[in-house]
């Protein structure tokens, strides 16, 4: 028992030693400064981090948490860190330490959690239990757990690795013990409760239940346990748990389900849902959703979520959090080991509620990180640090250099796939750009020094330290540029300005306002603001340029820069006035961009020394950058004649691909075979030039704009939110371009029956053609998927016989006659999914006679089940193994009979071979009495499957009793597809009904094969030539051939005797 004790713990543990033990430190390539300026960096501090260190080796910063304690008069910010292999006396059994936000790097303190402060015992062994593994906190206020994975129950002949956790109040004063395994069955060992490492994750959710992951139950599938953390007496102390057995369990063995746990509203109903990851099921990592819906004791499964790639671990790591601001929960998931031939090593999968609830489970954004990484091995909601009322996410990559953590924002489209802000150990301030592992534990979403902004708590387990990043105020600026930057006249020498000058020129005026400032920043007296306006090479422009400023800097004439002190509180709008040479004249029909931007002038403060007061970050704001930007233009006059007027003649055309127009109408119809919506679009000029012209394309929200295909001319096309903007060749000159733009139907919502798309042509030139060039499609949209209902049944032949048993006589399963499942499959043979597709099945129960209750015929044993999809099966409880027979035989009662006069549906039949048979039918409505079974499935994506199965046995006393003397009997079942009108589905309906047929032979007739009459006639023939040659093989020897039975006398011997 021991070796198996160590063999769990070396090999099924890998969250705390595999990846410890067997990481590869890759060589790394050093991130440019260049490349770090191109990341614009956010308001998480690195200047002055508030940084603890722990016992040495101790692995303190394994598990971090945010936490504060929450008083009448004020509020107490800790943080809360796990030291798992911290040694508490002569052991090692893992510690819990509080830390104090200061400048003091060694003052946390140790928490004693566990009311038995004994090390020693004779059952239990808290040497290396790992306590501080996990570390959670419900937020301000709330509770705390800590859990030990490795807490060990052990006697005279076994030792089980059950694991523990304890909650904490918000005082963090002991409250209870949490051990979800003990007591329950441990007979076959690791393939019961013997080794369930439960507390290798947790979270304590809103409504106030605490949730354990444990990924050793019966040979390491793992489940979750929950209970309720207040134990109130009003509150439901039942432990809950996910199901485990075989047959039941979503996952098979080494699956590690429970290796991580979040919770939220991920299917819209406000209903807390439980994700849990299984890093190696399937091969790929899986995530299954739970919800306690039913009130059982085990959980129902709501769905899963597949991995993309072998070894990848997806569901090692998750965090619930709100990206895009609708109030409901989205999940970030992670699979450090993913990598592609990018040399991207890595991923976090992000999926947004609003597909979720929808069953879109295969629609994601992926985020990867560098090679071996390890991107995605923490992942934390990081809270709204910008205040822009979307949750921002952190995530870890501990091996890539020393550890970096990226920031990434959300926003009305969900969360951004670059990240706002790359935190790096190296860039920290000495000591801590030496430590390691940074980024290994995450922890956000608190506001701990109270300026209205999340702070982050960042673990690094292998330098026994941890690091809080304090979020800086923000400071909102709105920027405005005015002057007349339209009609610029390049014949014209001077300006009002500047009258005296040689060269064409122009002034603007940029503007700036603040609209935020926060209370929190009354400390500051002033603002020293710096603006700075570049034209034409600022990134990706061109690299030459046609003005230059009269104050511009020296060496870069085409830039100007100057600093502005304000005081603080300067509300009003803020201008100042630039003057602008136009350098070169032969480019006029290209406009002249400028790119403004604003940014706050501030010295680097420097790190306090051990014990000095901990600086205030509200003395060091930030500008927002995505308000402190702005692009702006400026335009020539065009020369188009003698009167500056370019009269164009323009003429559009467009054509929907695949669409028909409705007869009298001004609408089209269109079927979706794919995702693809095509538009081809021609303009012609057949005048003079057109300057500015560009197509605008106003579309519906649920398409999305692709990408353009040029046939001639170059267009140029900018999507926006519901609109793509398509440039055209500036001037449009006399001719014809035509290119194609796709949209994609994605987004379209299942329910959604029509989207249109509207195109017009906009010009600064005078259309002389008089048309309004304004097009317009509202289309109906009809969807192709074809269904195909098919089934088979298992088996297809069975026999009934033996003895009769009545209903009271029998306790098992296995007494009431053959197995039978009937497995209705449903294909869709594409090109679209279909949703929300019903199965309704005619079951075959009861002999149908004149009583209230028949006979039974296939009697239901469980459920009926949906595999393959998300999807459940309707049927009433009174008709699932009404006589609560159980599945395990282990006795034998006696029997009793029981006789109905039933009427038999029989038909005679004949054979190939003119044989005549008596076969029964029992079919609905023939015979036999029926329940209807309904099904949903959720949704079936193209090429994808769904098997409902039907669990039940053929009742074998029905059938000696009334069928024996029958050659054998058919039993039918009945299913049908039933689609919801309200998805416009367009399909085949002649294979949407299956019958599975079910034949039952007595015992006492076995299906012999008669042999034809010719066959007879050959083995008599045989038989006679092969005793005729027996016969001439006897008459050879001489069998035939008899001697007489006495001897011959001579008549000489006569003589003799005379």
Known sequence: ???????????????????????????????????????????????????????????????????????????????????????????????????????????CINLYVDPDNSTFSENIDKEDQWLGVTVKSQGEGGYVMVCAHRYVLKGSDFRWGNGICYSLTQFLDYSRTYEPCRGR????????????????????????????????????????????????????????????????????????????????????????????GAPRSNGTGEVIFYSKDSGRIEFDIRGRL???????????????????????????????????????????????????????????????????????????????????????????????????????????????????????????????????????????????????????????????????????????????????????????????????????????????????????????????????????????????????????????????????????????????????????????????AFKLSYSLKQTKPELPREGEPLPDINEYPILDQQEAQRIFYAKFNKDCGHDDICDSNLLLKAELLRAKKKKNENNYTMILDDENILVNISLLNRAEPAYDTAIIIDHSPNISYVGRKIIDDQVDCVPTKNQVRCELANPFNKGRTDFQLRFNSYQIDDRQHEFFISIKVVTSSNDISGLDNHLEFYTEIQRRAELELSGISAPKEIHFGGEIRGEMAMKFEDEIGEKIIHRYIVTNKGPLRAKDVAVLIDWPYQIDNSREFGKWILYILSKPSVTGQLGYCDLDSKYVNPKDFQNVKDDNENIRRRRNVIQQQQQQIRDKDGHITNVAHLTCGLGARCVKIRCWISQI??????????????????????????????????????????????????????LIETDAYPDAIHKIPQASWWWYLLAIIIGLIILLLIISILCKTGFFKRDKGYHQVSHNDGNEIN
């Open 306 to 592: 597949h991995g993309e790639q072998i070894g990848s671990s997806f569901g090692y790591s998750m965090a619930s959090f709100d990206c895009d601001g609708d109030k409901h929960s989205d999940l970030a998931i992670g699979a450090p080991f993913y990598y592609d031939s990018n040399d991207n090593g890595g991923a976090v999968y992000i999926y947004r509620q609003k597909d979720l609830r929808i069953g879109s489970f295969d629609k994601h954004v992926r985020l990867t990180g560098r090679l071996e990484s390890r991107f995605g091995f923490s992942i934390a909601n990081a809270g709204d640090l910008n205040r822009d009322n979307f949750d921002d996410l952190a995530i870890g990559a501990p091996y890539d250099d020393n550890g970096i953590v990226y920031i990434y924002s959300g926003s009305q489209n969900g969360l951004k796939t670059e990240p706002s802000q790359v935190i790096m150990a190296k860039e920290l301030p000495s000591p801590l750009n030496q430590i390691r592992t940074f980024g290994y534990s995450l922890s956000g979403n608190l506001d701990l020094d109270r300026n209205s902004y999340p702070d982050l708590l960042i673990g690094a387990y292998e330098s026994d330290a941890i690091i809080l990043l304090r979020s800086r105020p923000i400071i909102r600026i709105k920027t405005l540029v005015h002057g007349n930057m339209t009609q610029i006249d390049p014949n014209t020498i001077g300006c009002p300005e500047d009258p005296a000058s040689k060269m064409s020129c122009f002034s603007v005026r940029p503007c700036f306002q603040f609209t935020d400032l926060s209370n929190n920043m009354n400390s500051l007296s002033k603002f020293a603001l710096r603006y700075r306006i570049e034209a034409e090479t600022f990134a990706g422009r061109q690299k030459y340029y046609r003005v230059i400023f009269r104050n511009s800097m020296d060496n870069s004439p085409n830039i100007v820069e100057k600093t502005i002190s304000l005081d603080y509180g300067y509300t009003r709008e803020y201008c100042t006035k630039e003057l602008i040479y136009l350098k070169e004249k032969q480019d006029i029909q290209n406009k002249i």
């Open 185 to 276: 069955v441990v007979n076959l060992a690791h393939e019961q409760f013997g080794f369930c490492q439960a507390g290798t994750s947790g979270e304590i959710t809103k409504n106030f239940e605490i949730l354990i992951g444990s990924p050793g139950p019966y040979t390491w599938r793992g489940t979750v346990f929950s209970n309720n953390i207040r134990y109130s007496i009003k509150d439901d102390k039942t432990w809950y748990m996910g199901p485990v057995i075989e047959g039941k369990s979503p996952v098979d063995k080494y699956s590690y389900l429970g290796m991580s746990v979040t919770s939220g509203d991920f299917f819209g109903d406000d209903k807390i849902i439980i994700a849990t």
């Open 1 to 107: 028992m021991a070796q198996l004790i160590e063999y769990y713990s070396s090999c099924h543990l890998f969250k705390w030693q595999l990846y410890r033990t067997c990481k590869i430190w890759p060589t790394l390539i050093l991130i440019s400064s260049l490349l770090i300026q191109l990341i614009s960096t956010f308001n998480l501090d690195i200047n002055l981090p508030v940084y603890k260190f722990g016992p040495p080796d101790s692995y303190f910063g394994y598990s971090v948490a945010e936490h504060i304690i929450k008083r009448s008069s004020q509020s107490t910010p800790v943080l809360l860190v796990g030291a798992p292999r911290a040694q508490i006396g002569r052991i090692r059994t893992g510690a819990l330490f509080k830390c104090d936000l200061n400048t003091r790097a060694h003052d």
């Open 941 to 994: 994506e193209p090429n994808r499957t769904a098997v409902i199965h039907i669990r039940s046995r053929l009742w074998n006393a029905t059938f000696i009793e009334d069928f024996s003397h029958f050659h054998h009997v058919t039993i039918q079942s009945k299913g049908r597809i039933q689609l919801n009108p309200l998805y416009n589905i367009i399909q085949d309906e002649h294979d949407d009904i299956f």
